[in-house]
């Protein structure tokens, strides 16, 4: 699921009136939720290469309630539709991308400014917009997916150092076909 962002970056021009307003907000707190493989896969031809309902359980406590910042393709990849009970902030390079149910920006900054003052903002992808986003991260939802699965999609190397503050094994069964480990990790001081 790379989002189709390669032209976005963070080095637009603000004027000072911008720059008074976001200075007057606290920052939320940044935290990416993400399912990956030991090699890092995190998607397939615009997809992902499972189907773990625990891992999407997991997914939906961490997301619940907050604002979701993902790339298109990512939008694409939920058919188009707004994940319920979040607020759905679309990042995009394409000016022309209307999503019912998500707000359109089109800079890290502008997802930023949408999501409002609120604590909390979840990062959920794809790999480039984890990119834009990660060395602000303060945090990271991972699930550890144990198997050797094929993809064209990764998740970056975690600048600095990270500490697993929670960890939780959980074995296959009949409807997640590989075992998975749940962990928190937070960004070193």
Known sequence: ??????????????????????????????????AMTPARVIGQGGGMPWHLPADLAHFKRHSRGLPNIMGRKVWDSLGGRALPGRQNIVLTRNPQLEALGAEVTH??????????????????????????????????????????????????ELPGTWEVVQ??????????????TFQTLVRAP
């Open 1 to 34: 699921m790379t989002p189709d962002t390669d032209s976005i970056h963070s080095g637009k021009s603000v004027s000072s009136t911008e720059t008074r307003h976001s200075l007057d907000r606290t920052l939320p707190e940044l935290f990416a939720i993400v």
């Open 107 to 156: 800079t890290p900054e502008a997802a930023l400014q949408a999501a409002g003052d609120v604590p909390r903002v979840a990062i959920i992808g794809g790999e480039e917009i984890y990119r834009l986003y990660l060395d602000r991260l303060t945090r990271v939802e991972l699930t550890l997916i144990h198997a050797d699965l094929a993809g064209d999609t990764f998740f970056p």
């Open 167 to 180: 960890e939780a094994f959980r074995h296959a069964d009949e409807q997640n076909p590989y075992d998975l």
